[in-house]
């Protein structure tokens, strides 16, 4: 049985594999068809409209850009550039607003910049001269009458940056340099007038990191701070050095001011970005701080009261060492109070200075005695027990009455009444919440050992 169903098998495969051979296969459809072939081919396309959709962005502003710039990083509107022109085979101003060019770059020097005045009729061309010293030749165009102005020359170090900072009128800029390669680097300020030639003049200098400088908007100023003898080694006054629209004023402080600029400070405190609060010694061996404010939106001798405080008038008088915060409504500020009859915090650097000068530090919080616009009776608010602080970083003020301090933990030696010696008490880390009310001072204070 098995046998013939093997034959039959054989028999019928024989007959059909023939007739399979002689088949020849149907091509694959591609996809998708021309539709002019879909029925002259025979092919039997069923097409079924897709429920996906795919978002066609919408059509941009093509930017003009000005053509070989480099590199052109700056993509707003109404910048001057400097590029290549291949036509004439030199460099040029190019203006991307209109794409046009200038050839007005005076020969022989390179590594140019270009800045345009606030309504575009002046350029100011900042090109460097390698023969020698390599020194800055700084000139203005005015674009109208082609006249150019050269301002001046500073001869510097090849590290050195130099650049438009900003503009106190349409007319009147302000020019900056710095050191760029070193750790602290020090940048100064130049006027320049473009309308006159030989205007380009230093100014004033920022510090290290710029941390004597103020600059506001509104009105338009450099102030720079100067606490004294930071710059020698020797006393120098402190002054102030307003550089505006109206000129250049130069206003001495006292005969020295506080904290010196350090690496962690600056030589003032700024309150809303426009005033700052500092304090004065009227003498090489005097002990007593006077607290002073100055508003930087007014000249010294536009204080006048009683709309602003006179420039001058003390605040609070004490053994302060340093201005730690002011409430937002001025109304109390936070100082470090000392009583060792020795100004400790001129030394501070870092947090280590803090644990070994503070061991006194106190922290008050004052309300100051003259009080804007009617006199009011300032004094002491609160202080603290010697507590790790010595930073502004370690002050916050919540709101108008409330005020966070952190504090590092501290070990001060405190003289036994028992014996005359010492032991030396660690002050723990803590932070506390200090709320001013109308019923007295609410304190919370939770400490880490």
Not at 401 to 428: C, K, S
Request: proline letters at 7%; aromatic letters at 14%; a negative charge.
């Amino acid at each position: 049985m098995k046998k013939f169903l093997l034959i039959t098998f054989l028999a019928c495969f024989a007959i059909i594999f023939p007739v399979m051979a002689q088949q020849t296969p149907e091509p694959t459809p591609i996809f998708p068809p021309n539709p002019e072939d879909i029925f002259a081919e025979g092919i039997n396309w069923v097409l079924v409209e897709s429920q996906s959709t795919i978002a066609t962005p919408e059509p941009t502003e093509s930017i003009p850009v000005c053509a070989d710039q480099f590199p052109q990083q700056d993509t707003r509107r109404g910048q001057w550039h400097i590029v290549y022109n291949a036509e004439i085979e030199k460099v040029v101003v190019c203006f991307d607003e209109t794409l046009a060019t200038y050839d007005i770059l005076p020969e022989g020097h390179g590594d140019w910049r270009v800045y345009g005045n606030p309504n575009n009729e002046w350029l100011i061309i900042i090109g460097r001269n390698f023969d020698g010293a390599g020194a800055y030749q700084i000139y203005s165009h005015h674009l109208a009458t082609s006249q150019q102005n050269f301002l001046g020359e500073k001869r510097m170090s090849i590290d050195t940056a130099m650049g438009v900072d900003d503009w106190l009128t349409d007319t009147l800029g302000v020019m900056y340099s710095s050191i760029y390669n070193y750790s602290s680097p020090i940048v100064s300020y130049y006027r320049f007038d473009v309308t006159t030639p030989n205007s380009l003049e230093f100014v004033l200098s920022g510090g290290e990191f710029n941390r004597n400088l103020i600059k506001i908007d509104s009105p338009k100023r450099y102030i720079a701070f100067y606490s004294g003898g930071e710059f020698s080694n020797g006393h120098g006054n402190c002054s102030l050095v307003i550089l505006d629209a109206t000129g250049i004023t130069y206003q001495e402080i006292g005969y020295e001011c506080f904290p010196q600029a350090t690496d962690e400070l600056r030589p003032f405190y700024l309150h809303n970005e426009s005033i700052i609060y500092y304090l004065v010694l009227d003498g090489e061996d005097d002990m007593i701080a006077s607290l002073q404010r100055y508003d930087t939106r007014y000249l010294p001798d536009e204080l006048i009261f009683p709309e602003n405080l006179p420039f001058g008038e003390g605040l609070f008088w004490g053994e302060i060492e340093a201005i730690l915060g002011v409430s937002p409504d001025e109304k109390q500020v936070a100082v470090i109070l000392d009583d060792d009859n020795e100004f400790n915090y001129v030394y501070f650097r870092d947090y280590r200075d803090c644990l070994h000068y503070g061991e006194t530090w106190r922290v008050a919080i004052i309300k100051p005695f003259y009080q804007l616009p009617e006199y009011e009776p300032g004094g002491i608010l609160h202080h603290t027990e010697p507590i790790g602080v010595c930073s502004p970083s370690q002050v916050a003020w919540l709101d108008e009455e409330t005020v966070v301090i952190q504090a590092y933990p501290v070990r001060y030696a405190l003289l036994a009444e028992n014996d005359g010696g010492f032991h030396f008490p660690n002050t723990p880390s803590s932070l506390r919440r200090i709320s001013f009310e109308e019923n007295g001072v609410n304190i919370a204070i939770t400490t880490q050992q």
